[in-house]
């Protein structure tokens, strides 16, 4: 996970991603669209994104082509999905909350737990004392 963040937090090689989503790309044709990148700027972000797993070369004579793994972002779904769930249910929690006036919703069929009577109580603050 740390290398497939560290091959997107460049913006280059998101750059990269974009050209490659919906074709297959040599070395050459990437570092012209590119433009004022050189050529051996163009190999080592294609080599960066291509240890993280994100593309894929195929050799063909003297050219690379490029092409995006689809499973390569896989993991960082994963972990997004999972963040994004663990959100919306504190959210949800926090939304029924604030429906129930701060009160913890009960489930279905779950008693009320009865108060403790204020001699209870007060002997219970004695006892801490």
């Known amino acids: 996970m740390d290398q497939l963040l560290h091959a997107l937090a460049a913006p280059r ?3 990269i991603l974009r050209l ?12 012209r669209a590119l ?17 993280a797993g994100l593309v894929s070369a195929r050799r063909e004579g003297r050219s690379r082509f490029y092409a995006t793994r689809d499973q390569g ?4 779904r994963e972990w997004l999905d999972e963040m ?10 926090q939304a029924e909350a604030e429906e129930t006036g701060g009160r913890p ?21 004695r006892r801490r004392r």
């Not at 004022?36 to 240890?51: M, Y």
């Not at 972002?73 to 960082?76: E, F, I, S, T, Y």
Request: net charge positive.
């Open 35 to 51: 433009g004022e990148l050189t050529f051996g700027a163009v190999s080592q972000h294609l080599g960066v994104l291509e240890q």
């Open 73 to 76: 972002l896989q993991p960082l």
């Open 105 to 125: 919703q009960r489930a279905p069929g779950e008693r009320r737990r009865p108060r403790a009577s204020r001699r209870t109580f007060a002997r219970t603050q």
């Open 13 to 15: 090689r998101r750059e």
């Open 84 to 93: 994004w769930t663990d959100a919306l249910s504190l959210l949800k929690q």
């Open 20 to 31: 490659l989503r919906r074709r297959e790309r040599s070395a050459g044709e990437i570092h």
